[in-house]
Nanobody, 123 residues
Framework: VQLQASGGGLVQAGGSLTLSCAAP????????MGWHRQAPGKERELVAR???????DYGYFVKGRFTISRDDTQNTVRLIMNNLEPEDTAVYYC??????????????????WGQGTLVTVSS
């Protein structure tokens, strides 16, 4: 596992957590970095992602509560989560991806995943 995620834990509703993901420089400098999450019985979904130039996308459910950032000096992406809700309970996965073109010109996505960190929000 090349992406090292940390920062999950148990927090009460309305509380905050910060997730961090450290990546090798070779991955961090060439990939879009982000976080996905998967709750029990649900599909994995995008939480937030940030490109090398700083463009950001958030999942529809974020609603201004989370902030993603890149630290280029430490090859780390962070996700600050505020005003957490019980519905945010899930395993959060760090993700890095890039899109390349194969020899026949087809665009192919390459993904790297971290080991997952559990976030539990109690009501």
């Amino acid at each position: 596992v090349q992406l090292q995620a940390s920062g999950g834990g148990l927090v009460q509703a309305g509380g905050s957590l910060t997730l961090s993901c450290a990546a090798p420089e070779s991955i961090f400098t060439t990939n879009v970095m982000g976080w996905h999450r998967q709750a029990p019985g649900k599909e994995r979904e995008l939480v937030a992602r940030i490109t090398r130039s700083g463009s950001i996308d958030y999942g529809y459910f974020v609603k201004g509560r989370f902030t993603i950032s890149r630290d280029d000096t430490q090859n780390t992406v962070r996700l600050i989560m505020n005003n957490l809700e019980p519905e945010d309970t899930a395993v959060y996965y760090c993700n890095a991806f890039r899109i390349d073109t194969d020899p026949v010109g087809k665009r192919v996505r390459f993904d790297h995943w971290g080991q997952g960190t559990l976030v539990t929000v109690s009501s």
